[in-house]
């Protein structure tokens, strides 16, 4: 797969991934806490296709590392909040596994691409 067919595939991905973590947040609870969680979660989920979609239109090559470490970021902290939420119970399992894995999947990306960019 070229470059510009795997950044296409890519940012569809995040886009979809954005979708189900706002569709999660929706059965969150309205509790103070479940609302402080439900902003946190569905700032990070939604940020990273964001500025994944940045990077892709970047400047310079250290703009797009830099904007591919903000997407490592956001993912990793996407990751953090899912597990608070699994930690609470406050989602079945059979909803939020699907979530928390292509979270991680997410942020091994994000890392192999931030890597491969030092390399270059």
């Known amino acids: ?46 940020s990273v296709g964001a500025n994944y979609r940045e990077a892709n239109r970047s400047r310079s090559r250290a703009d797009f590392s830099n904007k591919i470490k903000i997407c490592e970021s956001e993912a990793n902290e996407t990751n953090y909040w899912l597990e608070i939420v699994e930690a609470l119970n406050w989602i079945p399992r059979e909803v939020l596994t699907p979530i928390q894995r292509e979270a991680t999947e997410l942020l091994a990306l994000f890392c192999s691409i931030a890597i491969s960019t030092r390399k270059k």
Request: hydrophobic share 35%; net charge positive.
């Open 1 to 46: 797969m070229e470059n510009k067919e795997f950044s296409r595939k890519l940012e569809e991905r995040t886009k979809l991934f954005a979708l189900d973590v706002i569709r999660l947040s929706v059965l969150l609870p309205t509790t103070t806490e479940g609302k402080i969680i439900k902003n946190q979660l569905t700032k990070a989920g939604t």
